[in-house]
Structures are given as C-alpha cells and as structure tokens.
C-alpha cells in the first residue's frame, strides 16, 4: 500500500510541472505591427483618436475573434499580444524621447516612467481585487493594453515638443 502511495505522488510530481506549464505565447506577425504602427502614426498628435482607432480594433479584438480567443485566458493572450505591439512602440518612444533631453530631464523622464510603472500595475492589477473572478484575466490584460498605448502616444507627443 505505501509502495502504491509513492508511486501514485512521483507520477503527480512528474506530471504538476506539466500542467502548470502555460504555453509559449505567440509573437505578433508583421502585419500586426505594421497595422498598430501606421495607426499610431497616423493619430500621433491625438490621443484620444488613438484609442479609437486604433487600440483593439486591429490586433487584440480581430483575435478575440478566433477560437483561439474566445475564451478569458484565450481573450486575455490576445490583449498581451497587442500590448507588446505597444510596449516595443513605447520603449522606442521612450529612447527616441531620451536624445532629446538634457542630464537633468532625463532624470525627470526616468522618475515620471516609473511612477507611470507603478500607476498602470496599480490600475490594472485592481481587477483582480474589484471583480475577484475571472474575468479579470481578460480585463486585467485589456487593461495593460490601454494604459501602454496611451503612454506610447504620450511619449511621442513629448518628443515632438
């Protein structure tokens, strides 16, 4: 009987990993990112018409779409997707913003980027103590989505001035 116990934990053992394992997500085409940059350009100096035009509309809610998609975690991948579209567009945004500046706002710029870090965790992560389900995955990850793009636009604002 034990002999049976100790095998029945090693295959449990053997197989948690497995099973806690999530898959690798997907990186975004080059279509996809050729989509949210063109639109981001296009809108540069208008915030507002960013996000409606171009967030969700062409890679995260054309994903929801699929089967892929449809469900929270399937949902919540496909906001990631986007938000790394926009997370590549704010790290240039941001060292585009860097040459621009002198010693003293850059040290400004790294303090308001880190304050801006914590604020978008803070928001984002609120979903999970408001909603308590999950449908704060995909919301949540929307969420992350929004927040980047908006800093991205905001980024490239600035280095306009």
Do not use: H
């Not at 991948?77 to 579209?85: G, H, K, Q, S, V």
């Not at 706002?105 to 980027?113: D, F, P, S, T, V």
């Amino acid at each position: 009987m034990a002999a049976r116990n100790l095998l029945a934990v090693a295959v449990i053992s053997a197989a948690l990993p497995l099973a806690c394992a999530q898959a690798e997500p997907r990186k975004p085409t080059a279509k996809e990112v050729s989509a949210i940059r063109n639109c981001a350009a296009k809108y540069q100096n208008d915030l507002d018409a960013v996000g409606r035009e171009c967030l969700f509309k062409l890679v995260g809610d054309p994903c929801t779409q699929t089967p892929e998609g449809s469900s929270n975690v399937g949902t919540a991948d496909c906001y990631r997707l986007e938000t790394a579209i926009w997370d590549n567009l704010l790290n240039e945004n941001f060292k585009s913003l860097l040459d621009t500046l002198e010693d003293q706002q850059i040290a400004k710029l790294r303090a308001m980027q880190r304050a801006w870090v914590a604020y978008r965790d803070t928001t984002c992560n609120f979903y999970w103590d408001k909603i308590q389900g999950t449908m704060a995955i995909p919301m949540s990850a929307a969420c992350n989505a929004r927040e980047t793009a908006r800093r991205a636009v905001l980024l490239q604002f600035f280095t306009q001035m």
